[in-house]
């Protein structure tokens, strides 16, 4: 009768736990799938990547913004995103809907889902699918948040040394969105021969958070190639002045 006892409050008890964590996930703005992806990040947070933050984060608690970043690590959209929320108000789950290669976003398993959870948008390496752009560009308008990297693949040749050069799609969507572009320099990301290695490397990483980059002088002109190359430089300069590395403008 006693581990009658006992086993019927285990059970109660599990029962009001898996309730509670239920409701929570069911009711996140953000939806289930990314309320279950955030506390997946956390384990591996703790377990793996531990954040230092420098300067307060400024991501927006509502409306759009576009997050820009160096890449160097198949990670790097887990630890944009874990902190996005500190400072706010009070915490409130947001997606960041990354831009991603479609090669990743079509693979099959967790991949996928986790992609589709986090409401990324797949990219054409070629550069002649115009429709990843304008998803983007909708996402702004709609008050998302998106992600970018700049570099457009990871950079594996000189990461603490040099950022690659910066595509002007990041311009381009600043530009017609109007969105505030917040540049974190991620320092020290765990990188590995594989995608899923990278996952599981201890390293103490840090992000270094700058304010909204100032792009008012083109926001009211039609941009030409010129003025995209000019809006491009500013942003991955900014970036690089707040990693202490260097890059080289495209006109150089």
Known sequence: MEWQSINFWIWTALFFIVGAVSLRAVTCEAGWRAWVCYRIAAVHR???ARCRM????????????????NHTSPVDPVLLWHSHFAGFAKPRLRVIGFMMAREFYQQRGIVNWVCRAMESIPVDRSGRDMSSIREALTRLENGHLLGLFPEGRLNVESPEVQLLR????VAWLAIKSRAPVIPVFIRNAPRSKTMLGSFFIRTQVTLVYGK?????????????HL???????????????????DYTPAGA
Not at 56 to 62: G, I, S, V
Not at 166 to 169: D, E, F, L, R
Not at 229 to 241: N, P
């Open 54 to 69: 420098v300067n307060p984060c400024p991501y927006p608690e509502f409306g759009p913004a576009i997050i820009v970043a």
């Open 166 to 169: 910066g595509g002007s799609g």
């Open 212 to 224: 909204p980059i100032d792009l008012s002088p083109w926001l009211d002109r039609k941009p030409d």
């Open 227 to 245: 003025e995209l190359a000019e809006v491009t430089d500013v942003i991955m300069k900014t970036l690089s002045e707040l990693g202490g590395i």
């Open 46 to 48: 703790a377990l793996f």
